[in-house]
């Protein structure tokens, strides 16, 4: 592997590392100020769970674009309404409360993703 390679392949498990870390924090603010909880909820819990599996089983990879800019809609229809009101709620207060990650998730949904054909993973041969 040449070390132009490896940067990207560093890179892209970066942004999708900071993927997971902005969707952490999107539901924790949200179940703290919906649900008056400190704590994340069974519900946001189990949100988070289903989050962070679809995102490991994401079938683009290290290639994976942004969920809003994706071919493939991976989330069940019940788990896909949940996270669009947790994003319509902790959105706009993102920008005050994590600026840096808010930057970044703007630049990752602009980026086009360099390959849009998903790859072959184990399970799926």
Same mark, same amino acid.
């Given at each position: 592997?040449?070390?132009?390679?490896?940067?990207? %392949?560093?890179?892209?498990?970066?942004?999708?590392? =900071?993927?997971? *870390?902005?969707?952490?924090?999107?539901? !924790?603010?949200? /179940?703290?100020?919906?649900?008056?909880?400190?704590?994340?909820?069974?519900?946001? %819990?189990?949100?988070?769970?289903?989050?962070?599996? =679809?995102?490991? *089983?994401?079938?683009?990879?290290?290639? !994976?674009?942004? /969920?809003?800019?994706?071919?493939?809609?991976?989330?069940?229809?019940?788990?896909?309404?949940?996270?669009?009101?947790?994003?319509?709620?902790?959105?706009?207060?993102?920008?005050?409360?994590?600026?840096?990650?808010?930057?970044?998730?703007?630049?990752?949904?602009?980026?086009?993703?360099?390959?849009?054909?998903?790859?072959?993973?184990?399970?799926?041969?």
């Amino acid at each position: 592997m040449t070390s132009n390679r490896k940067q990207e %392949t560093s890179h892209q498990s970066r942004r999708i590392k =900071r993927e997971i *870390k902005t969707t952490l924090v999107m539901i !924790k603010l949200y /179940c703290k100020k919906q649900h008056a909880s400190k704590e994340l909820c069974p519900d946001c %819990t189990d949100l988070l769970n289903y989050t962070m599996r =679809r995102i490991d *089983k994401c079938r683009f990879a290290l290639n !994976k674009p942004t /969920c809003a800019n994706c071919t493939v809609h991976c989330f069940k229809p019940f788990y896909r309404e949940k996270i669009r009101q947790i994003m319509r709620f902790s959105g706009p207060r993102m920008s005050y409360r994590h600026p840096i990650l808010t930057f970044f998730h703007l630049l990752d949904k602009f980026r086009k993703p360099a390959e849009q054909t998903p790859h072959k993973r184990a399970e799926d041969i």
